[in-house]
């Protein structure tokens, strides 16, 4: 696959209703947020994610596009399947003394797996294939607006225990954001898309995967979230046009001036865009 020859970023507009976008551990799963502004944050970690679990799904293990970082993988024996293509033998924590078998293993890992060939990879583990830096990278998304991160009760008919089946019922709690509109920023290093091999149809599955990353992806605890506008600035050349701040502040999303009350719907909101530099162009995707 032929990498991508231009630079690129992007901007995806995405909102949650009735739900959390991304729990905190440390927090007791309560919505992530800036305490200094009260604005709601999903991390780049809890989006990467969902583009992985699009991908896997939407490619089926196909050749060239397997995921590295997935649930139950065991990284090592991954990492042994690079070593046998070439019937080599992996040295505890060590790439191969031979340069040109190093840069083998690490080439084989960024061509079957889609996520190493975007986001990158530290395969330094026992079995070692590298280290490779990604093409594709992203920002905190954060809410347009402070969020009101609320605490609801929730009843379970069924107990746990049989100590507790004299209880009619217990009792638990979920957290939610009754509504939030979130931006997240992110990447395409054309550079970077050269030592990777992160081609046209790895970007195109990426566009894909911004836009329906969260159909398949619900559950009770994340209510109702969709992906609402995707832009995508492409530049002429692989160094770029234009600085990523400037174009990313082109964006301009404001709540309607006649609303009262709070936000509750993503047509609550107008986005504008701005004019872009020349050598750069804006697709507007979703």
């Known amino acids: 696959m032929t990498a991508i020859a231009n630079r690129y ?3 995806l507009l995405f909102d949650v209703a009735n739900g959390n976008p991304n729990g905190d551990p440390d927090a007791g799963n309560m919505p ?6 009260g ?35 065991v990284l090592n024996q991954t990492n042994e399947l690079a070593y046998k293509a070439f019937e080599l033998k992996p040295e505890a924590k ?13 080439g084989w890992m960024c061509a079957n797996f889609y996520d190493i060939r975007s986001f990158g990879a530290v395969m330094t583990t026992e079995v070692n294939c590298g280290q490779v830096r990604g093409p594709v990278q992203l920002a905190f998304a954060k809410s347009v607006e402070p969020i009101l991160s609320q605490e609801i009760s929730i ?4 107990v746990t225990n049989e100590k507790d089946l004299e209880k009619e019922r217990t009792m638990g709690r979920k957290h939610i954001v009754p509504y939030g509109l979130y931006v997240a920023q992110g990447f395409v290093s054309a550079a970077l898309a050269d030592k990777t091999g992160f081609g046209e149809e790895d970007l195109e599955l990426l566009w894909n995967a911004l836009i329906n990353m969260f159909e398949h ?70």
């Not at 969902?50 to 649930?71: C, D, M, P, S, T």
């Not at 009843?155 to 069924?158: C, I, L």
């Not at 082109?250 to 009262?260: A, P, T």
């Open 9 to 11: 970023e992007f901007v």
């Open 32 to 37: 992530r947020i800036d305490p200094e502004t």
């Open 39 to 73: 604005h709601g944050l999903v991390t780049d970690v809890c989006l990467k994610r969902k583009i992985r679990n699009h991908v896997a799904l939407a490619k089926g293990g196909a050749e060239g596009f397997n995921i590295y970082v997935q649930e139950k993988s």
């Open 94 to 106: 060590k790439l191969p003394k031979a340069e040109e078998d190093a840069r083998k293993v690490t």
């Open 155 to 158: 009843t379970r008919m069924a």
């Open 217 to 286: 992806d619900r559950s009770a605890a994340r209510g109702v979230m969709s992906s609402q506008k995707l832009f995508v600035f492409k530049h002429r050349d692989k160094l770029g046009n234009a600085p990523a701040h400037k174009l990313f502040d082109l964006i301009d999303i404001k709540r309607k001036e006649n609303l009262e009350g709070p936000a509750r719907s993503f047509k609550d909101y107008v986005v504008t865009v701005g004019t872009v530099p020349e050598g750069v162009e804006i697709i507007e995707k979703l």
